[in-house]
Each structure stands twice: as structure tokens, then as C-alpha cells.
């Protein structure tokens, strides 16, 4: 499976945008860009996926490198609720989401 | 409501001695798989399931046993646990097998003793 890479951890302030940064160099062609999080004692929710355009719906947006190697998750205005692990993941044919170890998000009021 | 609910949310138990977590959605979902969560390691596959009466190994299936007799439901079962099951397990399912996205249980607390 291709891996990705994320920041062990950001900060952001409350009604302000975030920007959560993803590298995956070995992407493969056929590969999905999926975001998840994970808020404190709860399981991993969907939050955006995307191929190659720029994605967007009511939980954020997506941007993609024009390579594709390296894609970010865009908060448009953090809130307090946004506090989270954002885990980055390429879907192949596979049937596994590798999660990785995400961004620990914390927003500040 | 569409979830997946999985049982006991917290258990602590004694080495050797069988368990089984449940796991049901209500969303007549195609895919289900079980994941554990440990710190630093994020979260691995134990096992999947594509239809009924079809699983297969994910990540780490060792020690862990799975079945799915029906669409609902997919059980994990640790037949001797050991200490290093000590996680916190979560269930998931997706409507269609290889697309989609994943709904996630709430967890399940394992405490091996």
C-alpha cells in the first residue's frame, strides 16, 4: 500500500482557516485521496475524498497537487469541534485504509 | 438512526479466557472489517468481510477469529486472549465493497489481564 505523510501535530485558532498538509510521493494512478478524523473518544468519521480535482462539501474542501503527490485538507473556519486526528489515506483496488498516525489538530479559542 | 454498534464498549478480562465482540449495522452494508487502535501504531486491519459467509485477513489477524453469517452482523472473536490484545477496537462498514466511505462504531475497550 502507498503511504502517506502528516504532521505529527498543528495548531489553528478558533474561526480561522487550517490547512493540513499530506504527502504521498508513491501514489499510484488509480489511487483515492481520503480524509478522516477521529474526535477524542469517538471512531474515525469520513470527512472528504478525492482522484484528481479539487473536492469540496459541507465539512471542508480538497485541494490536489497537480502531481498528485502531495494533497491538503482545508478547514474554512476551525472550530472548537474541529479538534481531531485528520488521518490521510490513499484507497486503491485494496480493500485496507492504511491509517497512519494523522495530525493531532488542536484549535484554540 | 444509521450506525454501527458494537458490544461491550469497555471489558476487562483474564488471559485465556474466550470473548467476543459484536459488531451490527443497520445500513444492509456489503463491507465490514474490524480495526484496533493502539497508541503510536494507529489503526491496523484485523479482518474484513466483502458479503456473507466472506471474510479474509487484514493487517494483524493473528489470535482473532471473525464470521458473518449474516449482513448485519460481524462478531470478532478472541478465542485465548493474551495481554498484548489490550486495545481499543473499532468496527466499521461501507455500503458497496471496494468504494465508499466507512462508518465507524464507537470502539470497543479490551483489557487483558
Known amino acids: 500500500d502507498a503511504k502517506t505523510t502528516q504532521p505529527n501535530s498543528m495548531e489553528s485558532n478558533e474561526e480561522e482557516p487550517v490547512h493540513l498538509p499530506c504527502n504521498h510521493s508513491t501514489i499510484s494512478g488509480t489511487d483515492y485521496i481520503h480524509w478522516y478524523r477521529q474526535l477524542p473518544s469517538q471512531g474515525p468519521e469520513y470527512v472528504i475524498h478525492g482522484l484528481t480535482s479539487n473536492v469540496n462539501n459541507r465539512m471542508a474542501s480538497l485541494a490536489i497537487a497537480e502531481d498528485r503527490k502531495s494533497s491538503t485538507l482545508i478547514l474554512h473556519r476551525a472550530t472548537l469541534r474541529d479538534a481531531a486526528v485528520y488521518y490521510c489515506i490513499l484507497k486503491g483496488g485494496a480493500n485496507n485504509l492504511f491509517f497512519g498516525t494523522g495530525t493531532r489538530l488542536t484549535v484554540i479559542p | 438512526e444509521a450506525q454501527v454498534t458494537q458490544n461491550p464498549r469497555y471489558l476487562i478480562t483474564v488471559t485465556g479466557k474466550k470473548l467476543t465482540v459484536t459488531c451490527s449495522q443497520n445500513?444492509?452494508?456489503?463491507?465490514m472489517s474490524w480495526y484496533r487502535q493502539d497508541p503510536g501504531l494507529g489503526l491496523r486491519q484485523i479482518y474484513y468481510?466483502?458479503?456473507?459467509?466472506?471474510?479474509d485477513k487484514g493487517d494483524v489477524p493473528e489470535g482473532y477469529k471473525v464470521s458473518r453469517k449474516e449482513k448485519r452482523n460481524f462478531p470478532l472473536i478472541l478465542e485465548s486472549p493474551s495481554p498484548n490484545q489490550t486495545s481499543l477496537y473499532f468496527c466499521?462498514?461501507?455500503?458497496?465493497?471496494?468504494?465508499?466511505?466507512?462508518?465507524f462504531g464507537e470502539g470497543s475497550r479490551l483489557t487483558v489481564l
Open positions: 468481510s466483502m458479503n456473507v459467509e466472506v471474510t
Open positions: 466499521a462498514s461501507r455500503r458497496q465493497v471496494y468504494t465508499g466511505e466507512l462508518f
Open positions: 445500513m444492509n452494508h456489503e463491507y
